[in-house]
């Protein structure tokens, strides 16, 4: 049970990545899938660790509000690299396990958008790196339940810290237009993980609600919409190797809005799933997550991968 426990519980800072998406701002909240394959309501042993997720996403076309590509030069190609540190300290909270976290993503994207995305007469695209918010968990609780039951809640904060962010400047670039790195704002999303973890079989699901601050870099302001997310998991894992399935969802609660009042049609939407292989090397291991589109509105289409890897670094 431990060796499937540090397979697959780890990550856990990721529940407030970012994912390539295009409604009205540049990066949904929560990055697309990332925590698949996952023991959603479980921590690791006490212990420090270290986790790396390498998100790649290839060129996909971008969707508009009534489901149908935009246009043939909407396109997206991101890869995201997170970093964390997690720390589970040994010590109990509300007779919960107690945990904390940091994360610090690094982006880089290329895309080229309609000019209904754009200021007038502007064909937006470019490519750049980036740092994206900085990513901190003051806490994570996780209850152990009866019947192999697992139920975890989280709070992560995103800063507005990243190395660049949308704002009138930078829809004002003609000569030399970039996509930004950050959303420009700070944002809190609480989360709930719960898992059902009996004899090698996961069972999971994670959801997430964010809530973000006004964008006060662009003029009058811009706010973007609450957003529910969703990751779903359920894996085998028999020896050093775990197989099975994941999928997610996403979905704007509301409109986003500005100095106007509510833009219309801009809720992203976006379901995904595909397949999961992990193996554990001994003290470190990796998981491999793919993810094809089923259906999307305000977001690309198309695959994405991940790879996860983990390594304890003091236990």
């Keep these: 049970m431990k060796k499937l426990l540090l397979a697959s519980v780890l990550c856990l800072a990721a529940v407030m990545m970012i994912t390539p998406a295009y409604a009205t701002e540049t990066w949904d909240p ?13 921590l690791p042993p006490p212990g420090v660790y270290f986790i790396n997720d390498s998100y790649f996403a290839p060129v996909a076309p971008v969707m508009g509000p009534d489901g149908h590509q935009l246009a043939s030069s909407v396109k997206l190609f991101a890869y995201v690299d997170v970093p964390i540190l997690l720390w589970v300290p040994g010590c109990k909270f509300l007779g919960a396990d107690y945990g904390v976290a940091i994360a610090e993503p690094f982006d880089y994207v290329n895309l080229m958008t309609h000019p209904a995305f754009s200021a007038p007469g502007v064909q937006q695209s470019g490519s750049q790196w980036g740092a ?12 152990k339940l009866p019947c192999d039951f697992r139920v975890k ?3 992560a904060i995103a800063f507005d810290d990243a190395s660049s962010a949308k704002s009138d400047t930078w829809l004002a670039q003609q000569a030399n237009p970039t996509a930004p790195s950050g959303n420009g704002y700070y944002s809190f999303t609480p989360e709930i993980g719960i898992s059902w973890l009996h004899a090698g079989w ?10 973000g601050l006004k964008n006060d870099s662009l003029e009058g302001g811009f706010q973007s919409g609450n957003q529910f997310a969703a990751d779903y998991t359920l894996t085998y894992t028999c020896g050093k190797w775990t197989f099975g399935g994941g999928a997610a969802q996403e979905q704007q609660v509301f409109n986003d809005s500005n100095q106007f009042g509510t ?6 939407r976006l379901w995904t799933a595909g397949p999961i292989v992990g193996y554990n090397f001994g003290p470190c291991s990796l998981m491999f997550t793919a993810n094809f589109q089923i259906s999307g509105t ?9 790879v996860r890897l983990v390594v304890p670094l003091w236990k």
């Design 30 to 42: 929560h990055l697309h899938g990332v925590d698949e394959g996952l023991a959603a309501g479980a």
């Design 298 to 306: 305000n977001d690309p289409v198309g695959a994405f991968y991940n």
């Design 153 to 155: 809640t989280a709070l």
């Design 202 to 211: 996961n069972a999971s699901i994670e959801m997430f609600y964010t809530l």
């Design 132 to 143: 994206f918010n900085t990513i901190v968990l003051p806490y994570i609780l996780s209850w």
């Design 263 to 268: 833009i219309g049609n801009s809720m992203a």
